[in-house]
């Protein structure tokens, strides 16, 4: 066993985090510093633990319960982050606690104020998922009318072949060439992009998928008439939470959407459900689209798949996306899968553990 010395307990008296314990069959608390005293100041330090409890918001409550149920004597906890409401503002707090082996009664714990660090990653995702949405948007927009320009100059090319116009055919192959070359040009910085944000270490955080997708999907239906598409978003719960890291499984959500703007016709729809029945969360990402042809539905997650189309409006692809998809899901322990029939529309599934 580790021996305390005063220095240590001046130290932990001292320090600016907060720590403290308390008897959970007394429901009482029996130690705690400064620190602690002077942020919950507001309750009755001396009183029940069942107002520290009331504090924690009700859907952390289960997960921070949870959490302590597994959890043996002597065995130090992770970082459990939930949130409290103290003085009518929301606290974001990281606990690490342990049951005492010689007194299974008490549990020990050092609290951590995340809230400013909680926030400025939240503002930091969200303009990651906005930037994402945009760069899809953007690249919907300029791919559609270079495709159009190739296309015509490729026509143009072959009908002028018959003649002598040098010059003519000259134009016409500098116009065929710098479309292909604006078209690459999207087409790779898409691709940068996604491999980039997949090219970190994983950092799995509890969160609300509702909100997550909201925040997302808004970015879309702004849009709506500019894409001359339909988003819609389905669920009955106003938080479904699991443990993702939210920048690669936000982008991999990105670039489902993203597939199914491209083979979704003028004035079609994009669906996204989310359901959780306290066993699994089902994520759902539909379209009325033109569907996959049955001959490519074995291989899609294959890398450099030979399902990869050229999308309705001239958006190309490197058969990259699908396989980098299920990498991400199957990083988080989920599961995906699709439904799709030629012309009409392809849904892809994502199952995951709830939070």
């Known amino acids: 066993m580790i021996r305390k010395t005063p220095l240590l307990d001046r130290f932990i008296a001292e320090d600016s985090l907060l720590y403290f314990s308390f008897n959970h069959k007394q429901l009482t608390l029996t130690e705690y510093n400064k620190a602690f005293a002077d942020f919950f100041q507001s309750i009755e330090i001396n009183g029940s633990y069942k107002n520290f409890v009331s504090l924690i918001m009700a859907d952390d409550l289960g997960h921070v319960e949870n959490t302590f149920q597994k959890l043996k004597p002597g065995e130090l906890s992770g970082n459990v982050e939930f949130r409290l409401v103290l003085q009518q503002r929301t606290y974001y707090i990281q606990l690490n606690a342990l049951i005492d082996e010689t007194?299974?009664?008490?549990?020990?714990?050092?609290?951590?104020?995340?809230?400013?660090?909680?926030?400025?990653?939240?503002?930091?995702?969200?303009?990651?998922?906005?930037?994402?949405?945009?760069?899809?948007?953007?690249?919907?927009?300029?791919?559609?009318?270079?495709?159009?320009?190739?296309?015509?100059?490729?026509?143009?090319?072959?009908?002028?072949?018959?003649?002598?116009?040098?010059?003519?055919?000259?134009?016409?192959?500098?116009?065929?060439?710098?479309?292909?070359?604006?078209?690459?040009?999207?087409?790779?910085f898409i691709k940068k992009e996604f491999l980039e944000s997949i090219g970190v270490e994983l950092q799995r955080k509890r969160?609300?998928?509702?909100?997550?997708?909201?925040?997302?999907?808004?970015?879309?239906?702004?849009?709506?008439?500019?894409?001359?598409?339909?988003?819609?978003?389905?669920?009955?719960?106003?938080?479904?939470?699991?443990?993702?890291?939210?920048?690669?499984?936000?982008?991999?959500?990105?670039?489902?959407?993203?597939?199914?703007?491209?083979?979704?016709?003028?004035?079609?729809?994009?669906?996204?459900?989310?359901?959780?029945?306290?066993?699994?969360?089902?994520?759902?990402?539909?379209?009325?689209?033109?569907?996959?042809?049955?001959?490519?539905?074995?291989?899609?997650?294959?890398?450099?798949?030979?399902?990869?189309?050229?999308?309705?409006?001239?958006?190309?692809s490197v058969g990259l996306g699908m396989s980098i998809i299920k990498t991400i899901v199957e990083w988080h322990e989920g599961k995906i899968w699709f439904e799709s029939e030629?012309?009409?529309?392809t849904t892809f599934f994502i199952e995951l553990s709830p939070g």
């Open 207 to 316: 969160c609300n998928l509702v909100q997550k997708l909201e925040n997302l999907l808004d970015e879309y239906k702004s849009s709506e008439p500019h894409l001359n598409l339909g988003f819609n978003f389905n669920c009955d719960q106003p938080e479904v939470y699991a443990f993702i890291d939210e920048v690669k499984f936000m982008q991999a959500i990105n670039n489902l959407i993203s597939n199914s703007i491209k083979f979704t016709q003028d004035q079609g729809t994009i669906s996204i459900g989310l359901q959780n029945d306290g066993k699994k969360v089902l994520l759902s990402i539909a379209d009325n689209g033109v569907g996959i042809p049955a001959q490519f539905h074995e291989k899609l997650f294959d890398k450099f798949n030979l399902a990869r189309r050229t999308g309705l409006r001239g958006e190309h």
């Open 103 to 188: 007194d299974p009664d008490i549990i020990s714990g050092r609290i951590m104020d995340i809230t400013e660090q909680k926030l400025y990653q939240e503002k930091l995702v969200e303009f990651t998922n906005k930037k994402n949405a945009v760069l899809n948007i953007i690249s919907h927009d300029l791919a559609g009318p270079l495709g159009t320009i190739q296309m015509l100059s490729t026509l143009l090319k072959d009908h002028f072949k018959a003649n002598t116009e040098e010059r003519i055919i000259k134009i016409i192959n500098m116009i065929e060439s710098n479309s292909k070359r604006g078209i690459k040009m999207i087409q790779e």
């Open 342 to 345: 030629e012309n009409k529309g």
